[in-house]
């Protein structure tokens, strides 16, 4: 016979268990099937309705081909296979058909029959768009509306991993958008054509073998084939389907990146637990959450990441802002502006002040215990104090000795001979060298008088006593008078071979 077109043609009648359905257009095709929008009778109770729904023909393109009467035809060394994953179609379908009905998020589906050598079932029909058609249209979503179209989703995904199915295909493709009777959008997930089904011990029960992968939302495992059951390639998949509504954008294939470098792509207004999540979802499979539980998307993983608020001050202009760090500003609170003067260039605005590093108690305490080498140095400077005082003591006393030797010397020196010794002229600057001569008979209280000697005569008035022995230093000396200086000078020359005494 001659071949046709694969998809059935519109207005083509299909016979069910209990209905009859007319094809009203193809929704989409795919490598194991082809699914239409059908019309069918209803019948509640005595009430006849038409009612419109999904239905999905097995049809593997790559071993099928459709003859001019529908039928679908395969090769003799294609049957076994086709055969084989026919029944895994219906056996498949009959277990979404229980589980679909106990979820809200997941399409429903009503009966399974065979017709025109191949298999079909029935599904709920969303009326709607994608949630691919839903983005493109709109942009990239806020998280706030991301998170009210994926957490379905993701709950959904938990019941069926719960009942041991993988679907293996989760795309924004197939994830329709239909309405609620108040209006809000309601997600479903859709096409189960590479869904399967395992064990306990996690062996599939299928006999499907074919490879199945969506570019950008299939982990890098499932481009080698998935041979036990893996809800980590769903997570993968939700988490890539995630990124797309926060971008926009379609994911690069996991061929292509690196371990959480979806997540390090994601734009700066994504809050950091959604950015932890993602990123979580598409690491490696080694390391990728294992269940939806895992994830704690109702707690948000609030737990494990610590997040802090950071209240930007609200500026209406470019003048500076004084703010302080260390505790949030209220809400009646106003952030206090400080206006520049008319005069003064405007300044740059304040760059934030990082908040000081407090040490640990341990360091502080580190900090305190001084060091045993500030210990020897302040021992060490210690000792060259002694020693230097001692120096500075010894020195003191070779001086008066050198003191007492002078004065002893100026008692043998003739006093003819001083008073015939030329005057020399000295500098102002240097004091008169005034030696006290002590005599032999010392009248007892009346203190003995000061021979000056020197060698230029200067005026009386201006002529000081200067204390010279150091033990008589706490004594206050009177000033002598004029004619007492003369008698003493007198006192020398009569008496040139005899110290000078105190006649008074």
């Not at 049809?59 to 994953?85: T, W």
């Not at 709920?124 to 983005?135: A, N």
């Not at 020897?376 to 230097?388: C, H, K, P, R, T």
Request: charged share 25%; aromatic share 6%.
């Amino acid at each position: 016979m001659p071949r046709i077109e694969n998809e059935l043609p519109n207005g083509f009648e299909l016979s069910g268990n209990s209905r009859k359905y007319t094809i009203i257009k193809k929704l989409g095709a795919g490598g194991f099937g082809i699914t239409y929008k059908v019309k069918a009778p209803v019948t509640v109770g005595t009430i006849r309705m038409t009612a419109n729904f999904c239905i999905k023909e097995f049809f593997p393109a790559s071993d099928c081909e459709r003859l001019a009467d529908s039928r679908i035809n395969y090769s003799n060394p294609a049957r076994e296979r086709v055969e084989n994953a026919r029944r895994d179609f219906i056996s498949e379908a009959s277990r979404l058909k229980k589980i679909g009905f106990t979820h809200h998020n997941i399409v429903g589906f009503d009966e399974v029959f065979e017709a025109n050598n191949t298999a079909y079932y029935v599904m709920e029909f969303v009326d709607g768009e994608s949630l691919r058609e839903y983005v493109e249209r709109r942009g990239a979503l806020s998280e706030e509306e991301t998170r009210s179209l994926m957490w379905p989703i993701l709950d959904a995904m938990s019941l069926l991993h719960k009942s041991h199915i993988c679907h293996l295909d989760i795309k924004p493709g197939n994830i329709m958008l239909g309405h609620e009777e108040n209006g809000e959008l309601r997600p479903v997930l859709i096409d189960f054509g590479l869904s399967k089904h395992y064990d306990q011990a996690g062996r599939p029960t299928t006999t499907v073998k074919t490879l199945g992968v969506s570019e950008g939302y299939s982990p890098r495992e499932q481009y080698s084939g998935i041979s036990a059951f893996s809800p980590e390639s769903d997570i993968y998949a939700l988490g890539a389907t995630l990124w797309f509504c926060l971008t926009g954008l379609q994911p690069k294939s996991s061929l292509m990146l690196r371990d959480g470098e979806l997540a390090a792509e994601l734009p700066e207004t994504v809050s950091p637990q959604m950015r932890r999540l993602i990123e979580r979802m598409t690491l490696d499979i080694h390391t990728r959450p294992k269940s939806i539980e895992e994830l704690d998307i109702n707690g948000e993983s609030d737990a494990a990441i610590e997040t802090v608020e950071v209240i930007p001050p609200v500026v209406e202009s470019e003048e500076t802002v004084i703010i302080n760090p260390d505790r949030k500003p209220r809400k009646e609170e106003k952030a206090e502006v400080r206006k520049p003067d008319a005069a003064s260039p405007p300044q740059p605005p304040v760059a934030p002040v990082a908040p000081p590093v407090v040490p640990s108690v341990h360091a502080r305490q580190e900090r305190k215990k001084p060091s045993r080498i500030i210990y020897v140095i302040i021992a060490a400077a210690l000792v060259v104090g002694a020693v230097i005082a001692l120096a500075a003591i010894g020195s003191d006393e070779e001086s008066s000795d050198e003191g007492v030797a002078v004065e002893s010397a100026s008692k043998t020196v003739p006093a003819q001979e001083v008073a015939d010794e030329p005057a020399v002229e000295e500098p102002q600057s240097e004091p008169a060298v005034e030696v006290r001569q002590q005599t032999q008979t010392e009248t007892p209280g009346v203190p003995a008088p000061t021979v000056k000697k020197k060698d230029e005569p200067k005026a009386q008035s201006q002529v000081k006593p200067t204390v010279t022995n150091k033990a008589e230093s706490q004594k206050k000396e009177p000033k002598p008078k004029n004619h007492n200086q003369e008698q003493i000078k007198d006192s020398k020359i009569g008496n040139s071979d005899h110290p000078v005494t105190n006649n008074f």
